[in-house]
């Protein structure tokens, strides 16, 4: 997971361009659930700007697990715009006991029978994400460490009193997913040793089963796949190549590491591994080849 870094009036410009009047006519949808104190409609309008989002992640990379999607004209049918706060209703997410036992705490849903119904249309609540990470993995759930508030119509102002457990990867009000989630090998980790940024990375990748070797073996495969082949051009650089073949690594290195590839920041862990300790990555490196060989 990485962050894609997006003022709000910039976002606003984007959905304006793709979709002209859509922004007036999300408000005019959201002035409507003020009244009624609910969301309530019969059709919806935010496919409409799924590029967008398709657009600034990467060029189709899923939010979450950073998997490459096919591209605007085929991969919107793969990919989901995904609401980060629910609209709807927000359901219990059962906190696993591995987490319980390492003292997290998630805020216990409130008895409502509905959910945040001012942020259907918010462009800041909005991300595309592939289907298994929305339609299986997220679905209506909102874990927190703070206090709920389904009035709130300001995702910024909400995260402050909300302290989500989940990380909102596109805006400019969050952490960036990178300073708290990096990798080791295909296996992400979190940074902070303590406290919520640790709490929060933990919840993220385990809420979307991120380094789950069982339930998302091709997602862990990609990232060994990343690692096999950003290993040699490293190589070839730390050894000094020269010329063509110096040009020619660096662009791979490049590549692989852009937020236009598939899985960057395991790609960016494992080149920032490589300079640091490069018999430490020959050996992370070896064992994601053992995975490929061991999983297919
Ligand atoms: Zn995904």
Redesign the pocket.
């Known amino acids: 997971m990485i962050g894609y870094r997006v003022t709000k009036a910039q976002l606003e410009s984007l959905i304006e361009a793709e979709s002209p009047g859509w922004l007036q006519k999300a408000a005019l949808r959201t002035a409507g659930f003020r009244q009624k104190n609910c969301y309530e409609e019969s059709s919806t309008i935010w496919s409409d700007v799924k590029a967008v989002f398709m657009c600034l992640q990467g060029d189709c990379k899923?939010?979450?697990?950073?998997?490459k999607l096919e591209s605007i004209d085929f991969g919107k049918i793969e990919q989901d715009v995904e609401h980060f706060r629910p609209k709807g209703r927000i359901r219990a997410w059962r906190l696993p006991k591995a987490l319980k036992e390492l003292g997290i705490k998630a805020t216990a849903v409130p008895d409502e029978d509905r959910g945040y119904f001012l942020l259907p249309y918010h462009p800041f609540n909005y991300s595309a994400?592939?289907?298994?990470?929305?339609t299986l993995?997220k679905k209506d759930y909102f874990p927190i460490a703070g206090e709920y508030d389904l009035t709130g119509d300001d995702p910024a102002q909400l995260h402050v009193k909300e302290r989500p457990l989940l990380v909102c990867p596109v805006g400019d009000f969050d952490d960036a997913p990178e300073d708290l989630i990096r990798f080791y090998g295909v296996s992400p980790q979190a940074v902070a040793q303590g406290g919520y940024d640790r709490e929060r990375a933990l919840v993220t990748i385990e809420f979307?089963k991120l380094d789950d070797e069982a339930k998302r073996k091709n997602?862990l495969r990609e990232r060994a796949i990343v690692i096999i082949a950003l290993y040699p051009q490293l190589e070839k650089l730390a050894d000094g190549a020269t010329g063509g073949a110096k040009v020619e690594a660096q662009q791979l290195v490049d590549g692989f590491t852009s937020p236009k590839s598939a899985h960057t920041n395991c790609a960016r862990s494992f080149s920032d591994l490589f300079r640091k300790n490069r018999a430490e990555a020959k050996a992370v490196c070896d064992r994601a080849f053992q995975l490929i060989i061991s999983i297919s």
């Open positions: 899923c939010a979450y697990c950073e998997r994400a592939c289907k298994p990470c929305n993995l979307f997602l």
